[in-house]
């Protein structure tokens, strides 16, 4: 065993169970590299039953590796507490309210994970044939046409593995479709309250990025978009409700306004759960739309991910849309090149497929009606939950939101010096994942709260109920706040030096 | 069935609460000239009746044994230790979000950082990302980071690189002012003297797979050279199963080893989601796209974990950030770190050792069916390349017929390569299965 094991504290398995202080030099978990013991592994393969060869028969001499890869050896029973004690360690969706905003961290039903792992769709090859994948190619047919249907758009491409992937995506056939007409235009119009990844995908599309400021109600300014929008601007990129959780009551205005330059309108839809069986991008002037299936359409994001960013689009884009597509012909379905317009693919294979299974699962079992039921509880839920903190933490912009709202920790800071961080890092020794905090950047202490439709009434109390008791220990006992927090495994990290001098493997 | 929890007392309760007295008010910011959705789309269906319609769907995709899968082209088959399938099914770590409030998600960083220090030991390389989307968008992001680090714009890619790569790498570099050039692979793979020729002095960098999209070895150490020479970066692709017996990327001099990371315990999913490999060189590391994490100390001194150089990426950096990327692979990352815990040391050796002995069998009893004959001459590890006598399509026709799955037909991405049928066999065919699989090619070329 290491030298550390006789002073690893044992975690109970429960985050919410308060912990003695550690002292320096503890560890929570060894490595799995500390952990390790020539001569175990936890997996063994069939004895070689083909004629045996030498490698250096089969290879260059130079070719081969000298050295095994160092990798640990452990028994599979010390592989899986080490991965238990891991997992024990973390909040998550499931045992812990989480109420990250702009990530929309509903539940994840179980059934979906059940039909993903179906072998038919498990362990199905990408290059099997069609004939071999009618199951499959059905279904990404029928989400597609799902898809259609609830962001009210011509076409849709599953392609994109996530929202940025979706966003570029989507740029990439914006420059196309502005170059397919002769007139390449250069520039792409964003909202100072947008997504980070907004900018970040129109520079590697190729985009010179311009912001509007956002006017005194959260809002895109018309006046500053007016002056912002040329003949150079081929996308305007707006998220709707945007990420003050507000909506965009000017969008019609802001799209005509768009579109009378010849510029396309774009919607960011990591905020689709307000809309969702409300109502539709397309109906509301959008040319171009993502969803993030992650969110939205309840596949679990896996500590980061997979996800899936499906692009839906109008008709006029169809050309410039990424291969293969799905298409169906009296009852057979076929994957089909694009045509010469096509931006080409933007990944290996299909998509990620896995996810999809999982978003169809869940619109299908929702149906209309209960799409709907999303996006109202999701609204109805969050309105609560603000109208439970009025009293508690001031408000960015005080006015009904939709699926999230902002509260600002600005005032606590000014008198108690207690920032958004402190309050998000004391909400976790509630018991609670904190809110995105610091975004948007618009938002002086910013603290982002997305309950979601999943959670009940009695949580959102609870959480309102924990703020509450925050905002006086802050006014009482500033310094509990501020070196919160005390219940977690570790106590607050050292980010900087974390940066300063990395170390990011063993 | 829905997952909304809110009962008609609840709603009540609520409405008062926020001082409404309908839904409808709390909306009124939505304006009126925007129609309500009504969306045409099929009915509601419950658990039972949604297992039963998946099923149905699942139930008609076919050849599933890996056994009887014969085919790779990118992905592959092997088998995946139990103990990967249950961590990864653990909704500790399968639910939380990317781990923003560290000392909240301690487990997902430390599985995160053990990925990361696994992907390094295997490919030889000084720091790693926690995961990219696959391997093609992986390898445009290393060509954009090549662009990036010498100032070049001109990025030559083998065409022994996987298509569908190469495709990807167009799209991405479509509008950014950098020229993707193939470089000839005349015989299934490079040829370093022809090489030479096409590197100069704006080349950012030289692509190559290794073992290439035709399944042949690359003379990795000739090309790494020669990029070297002119100032070039030497990125290559990695299939992560043939570094427990080939020489790792970090060995032959590459600057940034990228690949597809499905092999490592994650299953086939029709192509997805799938895990996307990024390692390189540490000088590079404050240009790498992706979360990082990293090691540090707490308020008390004691071990944790954080995503760390946050300063590369778009929340902060936004147009100027090394990459748009935001979600990554997690999940599946976590998947390859049990995995290649469960193999070890040893394990990892072997299994790739039985890759190749299978494939050289499955190769050596195909190849004496009259009229089969390998296409190209150089070795290779789990994956070759033959020349069949008929129309590999309708070969595999009749081998779906018996449920197996057989090669990729090369005319798909070489229409020289009119019968070039695509093998591949991995440590999950016994002996029995191959003799089998030949058997039946065998008649079925009668």
Known sequence: MTPQSSEISRPSGLEMTPRPPHSPGRVLEPLMKELSEPGRRAFTLPALDVPKQKPEDLLPPSLIRKEPAPLPE?????????FMRLAHLNFSGETNFYPLGSCTMKYNPKVNEEIAGLPGFSKLHPYASEEASQGILQLLFESERLFREILGMDAVTLQPAAGAQGELTALLMAAAFHEAKGKPR??????????????????????????VKSNSRGRVSLSALAEAV?????????????TLGLFEEEVLEVAALVHEKGGLMYLDGANMNALLGLLRPGDMGFDMVHVNIHKTFSIPHGSGGPGGGPVGIKAALKPFLPGPIVIEKEGVYRLESPGPLSIGRVRSFTGNVGATVRAYAYIRSLGAEGLRRVSEGAILNANYLKALLRDVLPMAVDEHCMHEFIATAKDLKARHGIKAMDIAKRLLDYGFYAPTICFPLIVEEA?????????S?????????????????????PSKVQMAPHRMPVARLDEVQAAREPNLRW | MDFVPITPNDRKVMLREIGVSSFEELIQSVPKIIPRAKLKIPDALSEPELLRHCGDLAGRNRALDPERCFLGAGAYSHWIPSVVRYITSRGEFLTAYTPYQAEASQGTLQAMYEFQSLLCEITGMDVANCSLYEGASALAEACLLAARETGRSRVLIAQSVHPEYRQTVQTYLKQSGIRVVPLEAPHGAVDPRAAEAQVDSDTAAVVVQMPNAFGCLEPVEELSALAHRQGALLISVINPISLGILKPPGAYGADIAVGEGQPLGNDLNYGGPYLGLFAC?????????????????????????????????????RAKATSNICTNEAMMALGAAVYLGALGKEGFRELALHNLQKAHYCRDRLTEIPGVRQIFPGSFFNEFALEMPVDPERLNRTLLAEGILGGFPLKRWDRKLANGWLLCATEIHSRASIDKFVYVVQRSLK
Not at chain 1, 230 to 242: E, G, H, K
Not at chain 1, 447 to 455: N, R
Not at chain 2, 282 to 310: A, C, N
């Open chain 1, 74 to 82: 452990l028994s599979e029973r010390d592989l899986v507490k080490h």
């Open chain 1, 230 to 242: 040329d003949d150079q601007v081929a996308l305007f990129m707006m998220t709707n409700p945007n």
């Open chain 1, 457 to 477: 009434r009695q949580t959102l109390e609870q959480f309102a109920e924990a703020l509450k008791r925050i905002t006086q220990e802050a006014r009482e006992i």
């Open chain 2, 281 to 317: 060189r540490k000088e590079l590391l404050r240009k790498v796209p992706g979360r990082i994490v990293g090691m540090t100390r707490d308020s008390h001194g004691r071990r944790g974990f954080t995503l760390t150089l946050q300063t590369r990426e778009q929340h902060i950096r």
């Open chain 1, 447 to 455: 603290l982002m709260v997305e309950p979601s439709e999943t959670e």
């Open chain 1, 186 to 211: 250069r520039k792409v119009v964003v909202p100072d309250s947008a997504h980070g990844t907004n900018p970040a995908s129109a520079a590697i599309a190729g985009f010179e990025v311009v912001e």
